[in-house]
């Protein structure tokens, strides 16, 4: 439970470069339930949000308008999401707090399915700006552990257990029309993303044994709503990503028991490499193909919401105000030290 009176003074402008648009309503639902479980608890957030699209004068353009409204209006420090979105802040006036997700510190896959010079730039600047924050928030420790040597936080995104939880499975598929009989293989990314592998995802399941054949369900651009049907609808989960920070999809999937293959990245064998049903795997399509008929040939749910209770996005926000409260206190024993040397 909140005590909003002791965070009704603090302010907070949150700076993103991924926010929901008109034409992807869907997207980055755990950063706008971060803000909004924040306002719940009594803090005063204001989002910034812009398009960067790799392009330096979108960055230049979202700057110059970042720095107009810190200079026209109270805020008690800047929460970045994203190392790339931290860049608009500096040189920093207010705390600084950047919460670093994924790419931002693993790079950027492109097109051939290779590191991009952009991802490697992306790199650069957030290594600069974890050395320049006042405090630090990684998703998970694997991606921490490409944060510059200096103290952190772990807080992965938190997720709705109220909104992703167990549902009958036939019932799921008749909202969604999906076939009743067919097993059904969950792809629960943008197809047109390459980090994501979707043809290897594709490819994997071609290779099903007859007796175990199943469709790809792709869902992609699905309102985040309607994701725990397609999560219950399904029979498994498949993530074949090149890199991920914490992959809130495996999350909510576990809050649903629906059993899970994935590749080895962020902090997916922490969260699945001990709960039966299913797998982690390397990135062949041979290794991939056998842990879907090994989950398949179980046809069982998993018991997979207990590993998830920890995640209510409540006590992950109490969290995230302590961070705040640390770069608060920096800030103040920062001025107490100008202070006491113009006294001497």
Known sequence: MFDRSQNSSLRV?????????????????????NAEFLRRAGVEVDVFAFQGGKKPTNYLRARKQLQDKLNGERYDLVHAQFGQSAL????????????FRGDDLEGIIGPAGHYTMAGWFLQLASWMVAYIADEVIAVSETLARRLPRRPFHVIPSGIDLDLFRPLPLQEARRLLGLPAQRRLVLFAADPNDSRKRYQLAKAAVNRLDKEYRANLVVARGVPHE?????????????????????PNVVKEALACNLPIVSTDVGDVRARIGQVSGCAVVNGTIGDISAALQMVLARNSRIAGRGMVLSLDESKLTEQVIEVYRRALAKKKESLWHIGDSNTR
Not at 13 to 33: D, G, K, N, Q, Y
């Open 13 to 33: 402008l949150m700076i993103t470069s991924e926010w929901p648009t008109p034409e992807h309503p869907e997207a980055v639902p755990f950063i706008v339930r």
């Open 226 to 246: 309607q994701m725990p049907l397609y999560m219950n609808a399904c029979d498994v989960l498949l993530l074949a990503s090149v890199h991920e920070g914490s």
């Open 88 to 99: 608009l802040a500096l040189p920093k006036s207010l705390p600084l707090v950047v919460t």
